[in-house]
């Protein structure tokens, strides 16, 4: 019911539309109006009227009482409801109880399976330390990699999995052979999934609390960053251990015990840090590392995901530069910090994971080196042999470590030695090149290693392997207990999860109950309001049926007036054929009496005579006739007009079933045309235009050759309940209805009203949606009631400036217009000056002229008052200061400056922008500034005022206020109010720069050229959307037309010539036609075999391609041309090239993925034809646009055979680019071999060429393959 209180009631008492003929009663006029009804009128209407009031009092009371007993029920079903949903609360709260109670106990058993969990898993890190300890704190992989192209033969060779064996050249010993032994070996077909296999179990290590760091040791190009970065389809170690610590970490985290991982990265160069992460912010958290007394402060980067330690690594390695001789004599460190934190034993651990790229091993300093490499070699060369001291200390087990040595040492000192783990890849090139660098970084790797062996001799390896195998069987049991207890963990959590599920489950219930009593209570409520819409809607359509009925009764009466005029003119002609063929009758017989008695030339003149009344008469029947058929075919239109009429108003009367329908059809018909021909008499709107001007909807439904009864419903703006009324009344107003024009006026006064109430009550969001919804029944209204002169003037010119400002909020140009101030619309009136329009031409003034005259001022007629002696004496009575005193402006004085003032702004334009641009109480104060400052004697003080509170100075500036607002609305016929006049200005001037902007829009897309197809649809798909824009905008004109139209014909608006465009348009459509069939054409040539007859019959497509080009302008034939000759060149390639029948009849085809690093995958289909040759199909390109598959016949290795490279380019130039970016190399030979290889891969892949590959390899073909 609070909400049926605080809805917007639209009933005024005092008016009541009249629905019927039967009503015939008189509204009732509560409202006193200011201006044009006298009270005698109004109280002798009220008398008139108090019938109706007594009537309608008595329907009030009726529906207070039906409301009351609603009331009643609704409240007894809302009691009834709470008590239900109270009673089903109270049972759900005492079962959430019970579930919190449960959920309690779960909690506690899993704090508890935590508590005996936590011993478990620290007894496993433990006996897993103990394993890596028997396997050495210190521990050396020795990796080779793969040999380069042209590097020659390989130095070195790998016996078993823990030795490497160089040949070191010397012939002078009897074994120039050296092994040496670490801990693994790995030869250059590992991979780096196979090497972090053995890395795994210190990053486990890591995890558990030690410290672990991991250098990558060798010469320049040995391998150091492919090891520790690896690439996009290969990653290295960086990657590798993050991820193997984030999945580690999620699966032993428990509800108590968290890991968080953060990342440090340094670049040590020259013995100097420098903090690669600087960049990233000075709010991120510092983190020390070295040793108290030499230490470096870095910021550490939080990590939550191996994607943001991607992240982090990529603006590290953007920070450190490009410059590569730099690279190679600094050392780059990558630490992880683990934090973990166990809530139920309280433990908190923190250990680190270093990854170190070193800097290259070689030593050797060459005579032209510069001074700074120098000093940057033995930076490095120092930190490399304080590294060696420290290993081999730690492995000799002395007492002193030389940490302090270097930089790296000192910094990465809690990493080496003690419980910590460290682990030393050294990274060898195979080449004889690299063969002293190779044995320089192989000695320094065995001096690490071999001081002390943490297995001891050979002999009592056996004894450590049966220890560490009942450490790995104990630590299996270990294992498989806590498995145990977390299965049940889970259990638990599953029963906690059920218990949950449950309580949403009855939460969902109670919600679900409250809402069917809402929505319940709401029905209720909205019944009453679902019927009341109903029938307004039903109203609208009657109305709407009406009114179109009506526009046709009208077209068929200016039919019929069309035909009255015809036939009058036909009576004019036909008197005077008459009159002629008398004058002809009497010419003849003149001639005939003069021919008897006269000769020579007197015989010629009435022959002449008659021959120029006979072409007279010829022609004037010629007319005649004309006008007939004319007539006729009207005649004959008019009737297929009124049939069509019948017909749709047969179809609509039975389609809408009503009790209005049911009336014989010509009443209703002949009342509608009666009352629609007084509202066309009684308006001066249509005076001066011709019978065929019809409304432009209406015309162009006559067009199409139908006529619209009722508006479709995507022609329908959005409608509100307010704006339905408000149309509806504005529509059904009628002033036949009334007796009197007091009772017309109060009624459309009413309306107007209703009007700015509407608009006031739908708030600044939704002001404009309203005025837009009633703006054309507004219009209607005011031209249909302007020649009564029966509204408030006032009321109208508040109406045309909400819709003129509503114009100037969605239009910036219109608010940049400037207006004449308010001091040149005022003069004194003994000042006899008026002001010039000249002024108006000043700098930064808008060119907008309102008025063609010169603006004149409003006289303001007030003379200062003499005092007498009388009224001398009677303010020395009051004891008033006569210097103080101020002379009174009386009430009959300002009735005469209102109504002056509004004489003075009747059609006003320049005034009436002033109002628009100004606000009202900004306006009043310049007026009420201007009178201060010419009459100085008027009384400005409220004491003073006849008014009470209100001065003297407010009173004229209100009464010039009122008097200008209401001079502004007042209409002189034929034209409209000065607003109007302005409105029609502003709208006309928006909807030409809109016009005009779109056509500069479209008029510089029609200039751009198109180089390939996507430009031709992007240029098409632009310029189409200009011009839906522009027909958008034509049709938001064509139904503006209340808002464009005006009284004194005024010009319309000018539409921009958009020919080129269109004519650009056309030719893209033309072009985007030929390039698709173009591109099938081409798709055909691709997915088929050609054989000449199709290649003919393709060439000749082409050509008919290029007769087509006249239709499309010179700017698009550079296009079409060269699509055109690619496509030509592509389909002439010999049939060689293309393949022929026999070498692509491939009956299965295997897929294959190539991913090179770089580029994004490819796919290459193989296969194998009737001639045991090699096929492939694949995408002509491998970027976009690719071009659709081809396949091609892949030559054998032994065609590149004695040919360059450029000659193996233009070989692989027939095949797709994909095998082409696998193939070339940098040199001849690499290119061979590459191809030969891929070529064996592609072969092997066919069952068929397999044996074909077994030969050419014997045969020496393939020799490259194993190289």
Not at 934 to 949: I, K, P, Q, R
Request: hydrophobic share 35%; with cysteine; charged share 25%.
């Amino acid at each position: 019911m609070g909400e049926q209180r605080n809805r917007w009631n639209w009933e005024v008492s005092g008016f009541e539309p009249r629905k019927t003929t039967s009503e015939d009663h008189n509204p009732v006029a509560p409202l006193v109006r200011r201006y044009s009804i006298s009270a005698a009128s109004a109280l002798a209407h009220s008398e008139l009227t108090k019938p109706s009031v007594v009537s309608k009092v008595q329907r009030l009371k009726d529906k207070v009482k039906l409301a009351r007993e609603d009331f009643l029920e609704l409240r007894q079903e809302a009691n009834e409801l709470q008590e239900y949903s109270n009673a089903k609360l109270d049972r759900v709260t005492r079962y959430l109880g019970v579930l919190a109670e449960k959920t309690r106990k779960l909690d506690q058993v899993a704090l508890e399976t935590e508590a005996r969990i936590s011993p478990l898993i620290n007894e496993k890190r433990r006996l897993f330390n103990d394993l890596l300890t028997t396997k050495g704190n210190i521990r050396v992989f020795c990796r080779t990699r793969p040999l380069f192209e042209d590097e020659g033969p390989s130095v070195v060779e790998f016996p078993d999995d823990c030795t490497i064996r160089v040949n070191t050249g010397d012939e002078t010993i009897s074994n120039p052979k050296k092994d040496f032994e670490f801990d693994r070996v790995y030869g250059p077909h590992v991979g780096q999934a196979e090497l972090f296999r053995d890395v795994q179990p210190l990053v486990q290590s890591a995890l558990d609390g030690y410290n672990v760091s991991i250098f990558a040791y060798g010469q320049t190009n040995s391998g150091k960053t492919h090891t520790m970065e690896g690439s996009s389809h290969d990653r290295g170690l960086y990657a590798r251990c993050f991820e193997e610590l984030f999945d580690l970490a999620n699966s032993d985290s428990t509800s108590t015990s968290r890991f968080k991982f953060s990342v440090t990265v340094f670049e040590l160069y020259n013995e100097q840090a420098r903090d690669l992460l600087s960049e990233s912010g000075s709010s991120l958290q510092k983190v020390r590392m070295g040793s108290p007394e030499s230490f470096v402060e870095l910021v550490q980067e939080k990590v939550d995901n191996p994607l943001e330690f991607s992240r982090v690594l990529k603006a590290a390695f953007q920070g450190r530069g490009k410059d590569i001789s730099k690279f190679n004599v600094s050392h780059l460190t990558v630490t992880i910090h683990i934090y973990y934190n166990n809530l139920i034993t309280g433990e908190n651990s923190y250990s680190k994971l270093s990854l170190v790229d070193t800097a290259g091993s070689e030593g050797s300093i060459e005579e032209d080196d510069s001074g700074e490499h120098v000093t940057d070699l033995l930076h490095v060369m120092k930190s490399f042999s304080a590294l060696g001291d420290v290993l081999s200390s730690l492995t000799s087990k002395k007492d002193v470590v030389p940490y302090e040595n270097s930089m790296l040492t000192q910094i990465l000192g809690d990493s080496l030695g003690g419980s910590s783990k460290t682990l030393m890849i050294v990274n060898v090139c195979p080449n004889v090149k690299n063969l002293s660098e190779t044995l320089s970084s192989l000695n320094f790797s065995a001096r690490a290693r071999n001081s002390v062996l943490s297995l001891g001799n050979r002999d009592t390896i056996k004894k450590w392997r049966d220890v560490a195998n009942d450490a790995r069987k104990e630590l299996y049991e270990k294992e498989k207990e806590i498995e145990d207890l977390k299965q049940e963990v889970l259990g638990l959590k599953q029963s906690l999860k059920d218990a949950n599920d449950q309580s949403v489950l009855l939460f969902n219930e109670v919600q679900k109950a409250w809402k069917v009593s809402f929505t319940l209570h709401s029905d209720l409520k909205s019944e009453n309001i679902l019927l009341v819409d109903k029938h307004k809607i039903e109203k609208e359509q009657n109305a709407q049926l009406r009114n179109q009925v009506a526009q046709l009764l009208q077209l068929e009466q200016d039919q019929k007036m069309q035909i009255q005029q015809r036939d009058m003119t036909i009576q004019t002609f036909q008197a005077k054929i008459k009159s002629i063929e008398s004058q002809l009758n009497e010419a003849l017989h003149s001639a005939e009496a003069r021919s008897t008695g006269s000769e020579g030339p007197g015989v010629l003149s009435p022959k002449a005579t008659g021959d120029g009344l006979d072409s007279s008469a010829v022609t004037v029947t010629k007319k005649l006739e004309e006008e007939l058929k004319k007539r006729d075919a009207l005649i004959e239109r008019l009737h297929e007009e009124n049939e069509k009429l019948f017909d749709r108003l047969t179809e609509k009367a039975s389609l809408i079933g009503s009790a209005q329908a049911s009336s014989p059809l010509s009443t209703g018909m002949v009342n509608v045309q009666h009352r629609d021909q007084g509202r066309i008499d009684n308006s001066n709107y249509n005076k001066g235009r011709s019978m065929d001007a019809i409304p432009l909807p209406l015309a162009a439904d006559k067009t199409d050759g139908t006529v619209a009864l009722v508006k479709s419903g995507s022609d329908k703006a959005k409608t509100t309940p307010a704006g339905e009324y408000l149309t509806a009344a504005l529509n059904d107003f009628d002033p036949e209805q009334y007796d009197s024009l007091a009772a017309i006026s109060d009624g459309a006064n009413k309306l107007l009203m209703l009007v700015l109430a509407a608009v006031i009550k739908a708030g600044a969001s939704r002001e404009h949606e309203i005025l837009a919804e009633i703006r054309d029944a507004v219009f209607s209204f005011i031209r249909k009631m302007e020649p009564k002169r029966v509204m408030d003037t006032m009321l109208v010119s508040r109406v045309r400036i909400l819709y003129i400002r509503s114009l100037l909020a969605r239009s910036p140009e219109l608010q940049s217009i400037k207006v004449s101030p308010v001091e040149w619309f005022l003069e004194k009136a003994n000042g006899g000056r008026s002001r010039s329009s000249s002024r108006s031409s000043s700098p930064g003034r808008s060119p907008v002229r309102y008025v063609d005259e010169q603006i004149h001022g409003f006289k303001v007629n007030l003379k200062p008052e003499r005092k007498s002696k009388f009224s001398s004496v009677v303010l020395k009575i009051r004891g008033i200061d006569q210097d103080s005193w101020r002379q009174q402006v009386t009430g009959g004085k300002l009735r005469e400056i209102q109504e002056e003032a509004k004489s003075f702004a009747i059609g006003n334009k320049a005034l009436a922008a002033l109002f628009v641009h100004t606000p009202a109480g900004e306006l009043q104060r310049q007026i009420r500034s201007w009178l201060a400052e010419n009459f100085e004697f008027l009384s400005v003080t409220g004491d003073d005022s006849s008014g009470g509170a209100t001065g003297q100075l407010e009173l004229l500036s209100t009464a010039i206020m009122d008097g200008w607002m209401a001079g502004l609305g007042a209409a002189l016929p034929p034209s409209t109010d000065a607003l109007g006049q302005l409105l029609f200005e502003y709208a006309k001037r928006v909807y030409t720069s809109q016009l005009q902007h779109l056509k500069d829009i479209a008029g510089t897309l029609a200039t751009e050229e198109a180089e390939d197809a996507a430009q031709v649809a992007k240029l098409r798909s632009a310029l189409e959307s200009v011009d839906h824009k522009r027909r958008k905008l034509l049709q938001q004109m064509r139904s503006d037309i209340a808002l464009l139209t005006l009284e004194d014909g005024a010009s319309p608006i000018q539409n921009p010539s958009t020919a080129a465009e269109d004519a650009r348009l056309a030719s893209l459509i033309s072009l985007d036609g030929i390039l698709k069939q173009i591109k099938d054409i081409m798709r055909q040539s691709s997915v088929s075999t050609l054989g000449k007859s199709k290649k003919k019959a393709m060439l000749a497509s082409f050509d008919e391609l290029m007769e087509r080009m006249p239709s499309l302008l010179d700017i698009d034939h550079p296009c079409a041309q060269r699509q055109i000759a690619d496509a030509r060149r592509v389909i002439e390639k010999p049939s060689a090239d293309l393949g022929s029948g026999t070498e692509t009849d491939v009956a299965q085809w295997n897929v294959l993925q190539f991913n090179t690093g770089s580029t994004t995958p490819f796919i290459i289909k193989c296969g194998a034809n009737s001639n045991s040759e090699l096929v492939i199909k694949a995408d002509a390109r491998v970027q976009e646009p690719k071009g659709g598959e081809i396949v091609r016949v892949v030559p054998r290795p032994s065609v590149l055979e004695n040919k360059s490279l450029e000659e193996i380019k233009q070989e692989f130039s027939q095949l797709p680019e994909a095998l082409s970016l696998l193939s070339l190399a940098r040199t001849t030979d690499g290119t061979r071999a590459r191809y030969s290889r891929l070529y064996r891969t592609l072969a092997m892949k066919v069952p068929s060429l397999r044996d074909l590959v077994g030969e050419l390899e014997k045969g020496g073909v393939l020799k490259d393959v194993r190289s």
